[in-house]
């Protein structure tokens, strides 16, 4: 009997107590009543590590295994039942992952009233070790111990072998989808500008691009172009598998497609299902005599997107890769966290080596995607051309890729202003220079790249009040679009409207209050002599000293009304 399923485990208890502690990484526990989850009271640290996180941390460590509570340690395993955890499974597995950032899997089992707890954990992410209190933890014996300095430095150093590359045992000719073949041939004599390869032995093509040797097929070959039987047989967790619902806070999914078949015949499927004029309506904006039609999810970034989830997924972790579609929004996910030395901070600018080299080249040399490295400077390009807000990976981990693609236009003006600017040039805007536009339409001007800057305010693309206002604002084009000021006098207008909103919510706001409105805007500095400004232009009064002081609006100005127009009013009277 199964309940409280947290995770994918799918064992009987028979087939859990066969499972060997060093051969399948399994730790019994009888844990009858209760057990230590994060080191209790104990100080002696080899005493505290012997808890839930102890050995989960320890477990992954050794590239993942089960902690099973519930049966005794020496054959035959008899299953004498557990307490821990009644009825908080699911606050467990939240906790767990809070605390390691690992995605634990929890099940209960049952043998008549006796209840089993088991805990399928996954393996460490590659060249890293998970800690507990500060030190990486390994099973010797009964014990946990602190991982040895030339194991850490091993783990350290490895690099993730290209699977993709690997041979595929029994994979044959037979097992390849002919459509897929014609496909990848047709694709790649475009892309190398030579129609003669289409007509080359399939044999040939296949070896000449490192999808066979003598005779043997790689996982890659099995990708790209495998049949649905084959990738069923070889690679059941090659698949796409795509859930719509109508909010995010729906539960069961509204429609759902599962599509497993060769990457070569699987995308234009994938996007046409994404496409429906239901689920991918047009949005609309107007500017002047002209309505510009914009979908709410753009073609090539979601190519882009699902096909770097193939090319950098773990391919030896069981799941899918699943798109979580809504009408505003697009979730791909894909297993294995960001390649190494990829972060969400550095996404655009690190040079990274996908985990499935080969099956990327292939792509690359037919034309599928762009060159190494630039599809998510892509995917950037196309959500800043349309006024979207841009790829968001905060919900990514070490254990999964996780990107969300919004459809909502965040502002109407900055999509005509920028698409009127790159209209009019022979050299078109870079990704860079389209993200400084936007860090300054948001009233960024902090840690801008100085080239962008330079070659934005030669052209009028951006200005400041003079040389030494390091508070930029976009050209008058935009506000010309907008049909607002930039400034009012010597204020940014959207400087007065934070300020503004700060008095709206409270009566009395202190610096640290002004500062954390800016959001990293502007340096405290400048927040600083903006509110002096203020004080002396007799808007806003200052109450107390230091650290301690506050400040609340003037006498000049009527709470109950708006607070904006009352300060744009003021400052040019």
């Given at each position: 009997m199964h309940t409280n399923v947290q995770g994918n485990i799918r064992m009987t208890i028979q087939e859990i107590k066969k499972l060997r502690e060093t051969e399948h990484k399994v730790e019994f526990m009888e844990a009858k009543k209760d057990f230590n989850f994060a080191g209790g009271s104990h100080a002696e640290p080899k005493e505290r590590r012997k808890c839930v996180l102890g050995y989960v941390v320890a477990l992954a460590n050794e590239g993942g295994g089960y902690l099973v509570f519930g049966i005794k340690e020496n054959k035959p395993n008899e299953v004498v039942g557990t307490e821990f955890a009644k009825g908080e499974i699911g606050a467990l597995t939240d906790e767990i992952y809070k605390r390691l950032e690992i995605r634990v899997g929890i099940e209960?089992?049952?043998e008549g009233d006796k209840r089993v707890l088991v805990f399928k954990i996954p393996s460490r992410p590659p060249c890293s070790t998970l800690k507990f209190e500060g030190v990486p933890l390994m099973r010797i014996g009964d014990s946990l111990h602190v991982m040895s300095d030339a194991e850490v430095f091993r783990i350290l150093s490895e690099r993730a072998q290209d699977f993709s590359a690997t041979i595929c045992e029994g994979l044959t000719y037979e097992d390849l989808d002919p459509e897929a073949i014609a496909l990848m041939k047709a694709g790649y004599a475009r892309k190398q500008k030579n129609p003669a390869f289409e007509t080359l032995p399939d044999n040939q093509i296949l070896t000449d691009l490192g999808l066979a040797e003598n005779g043997e097929y790689n996982y890659a070959a099995l990708i790209l172009l495998g049949t649905r039987k084959a990738l069923r047989h070889y690679l059941p967790n090659a698949e796409v598998i795509i859930e719509y619902r109508l909010n995010h806070s729906m539960i069961p999914y509204t429609a759902r497609k599962e599509f497993q078949e060769s990457l070569f015949t699987v995308m234009d499927k994938i996007w046409a299902y994404l496409n429906q004029p239901a689920s991918n309506p047009l949005l609309h904006v107007r500017h002047k005599f002209t309505i510009y039609d914009i979908p709410a999810f753009n073609e090539d970034v979601i190519r882009e997107a699902v096909l770097n989830a193939y090319g950098h997924r773990l391919w030896r972790d069981l799941g899918s890769i699943v798109i979580k579609q809504y009408p505003d929004s697009i979730n791909i996910i894909n297993s294995g966290g960001f390649p190494y030395g990829v972060t969400k901070d550095n996404i655009l600018t690190v040079n990274s080596q996908p985990r499935n080299k080969l099956v990327m080249e292939i792509l690359e040399k037919t034309g599928q995607v762009e060159r190494a490295g630039q599809g998510v400077d892509k995917m950037y390009y196309n959500c800043l051309m349309e006024?979207?807000?841009?790829?968001?990976?905060?919900?990514?981990?070490?254990?999964?890729?996780?990107?969300?693609?919004?459809?909502?236009?965040?502002?109407?003006?900055?999509?005509?202003?920028?698409?009127e600017i790159q209209n009019r040039r022979t050299d078109k805007l870079n990704v860079f220079d389209l993200l400084t536009?936007?860090?300054?339409?948001?009233?960024?001007?902090?840690?801008?790249?100085?080239?962008?800057?330079?070659?934005?305010?030669?052209?009028?693309?951006?200005?400041?009040?003079?040389?030494?206002?390091?508070?930029?604002?976009?050209?008058?084009?935009y506000y010309e679009i907008a049909k607002q000021p930039a400034y009012i006098k010597e204020y940014r207008l959207r400087d007065l409207q934070i300020v503004a909103g700060c008095f709206e919510k409270a009566e009395k706001v202190s610096m640290k209050e002004?500062?954390?409105?800016?959001?990293?805007?502007?340096?405290?500095?400048?927040?600083?002599?903006?509110?002096?400004?203020?004080?002396?232009?007799?808007?806003?009064?200052?109450?107390?000293?230091?650290?301690?002081?506050?400040?609340?609006?003037?006498?000049?100005i009527d709470i109950r009304q708006n607070i904006l127009q009352q300060f744009q009013f003021a400052i040019e009277h």
């Open positions: 209960e089992l049952f006024g979207k807000p841009l790829p968001d990976y905060s919900q990514t981990d070490d254990y999964q890729v996780d990107l969300c693609l919004r459809a909502t236009i965040v502002d109407e003006a900055f999509y005509i202003f920028v698409n536009l936007d860090k300054v339409r948001q009233g960024i001007s902090m840690d801008l790249p100085e080239a962008s800057v330079e070659k934005l305010q030669r052209e009028g693309l951006i200005k400041s009040q003079s040389s030494a206002d390091k508070k930029y604002v976009l050209g008058d084009l002004f500062v954390d409105a800016f959001e990293n805007q502007l340096t405290r500095g400048q927040i600083k002599y903006l509110i002096l400004k203020l004080e002396e232009e007799g808007l806003i009064v200052k109450e107390g000293l230091g650290r301690w002081a506050i400040y609340k609006l003037s006498g000049k």
